[in-house]
C-alpha cells in the first residue's frame, strides 16, 4: 500500500511538471523563436499596448515585452 502511494505522488510531481513546461502561451512561443505572435488578436492587442485576455489572461506577453525592452538596450557612447 505505500508503495502504490509514493508511485502515485511521483506520477503527480511528472504530470505537474511537464504541465507547466507545456503551458506557455502562443506569445512566449512565438518569443522563443526570435520572433512575434502572428494570433490576429494578440497582433491587435499589441498594437494598442494591451495584452490580449484570451492568450494571456495574466498578462505574459506584456511581460515579455518589458524583459525584451530592456535586455535590448544598448549602450551608445557618446561621440566628441
Known amino acids: 500500500m505505500n508503495l502504490n502511494k509514493v ?3 511521483i506520477l503527480a510531481l511528472i504530470v505537474l ?4 513546461t507545456l503551458a506557455s502561451t502562443c506569445c512566449e512561443k512565438a518569443a522563443a ?4 505572435c502572428k494570433n490576429k488578436c494578440c497582433i491587435a ?5 494591451k495584452s ?4 494571456n489572461p495574466n498578462k505574459e506577453d ?5 524583459t525584451e ?12
Open 62 to 66: 506584456l511581460k515579455l515585452k518589458k
Open 69 to 80: 525592452k530592456t535586455s535590448g538596450k544598448s549602450t551608445k557612447s557618446a561621440k566628441p
Open 17 to 20: 511538471m511537464t504541465n507547466s
Open 45 to 49: 492587442a499589441h498594437k494598442e499596448g
Open 7 to 9: 508511485l502515485l505522488i
Open 33 to 36: 523563436a526570435g520572433k512575434e
Open 52 to 55: 490580449c485576455s484570451k492568450c
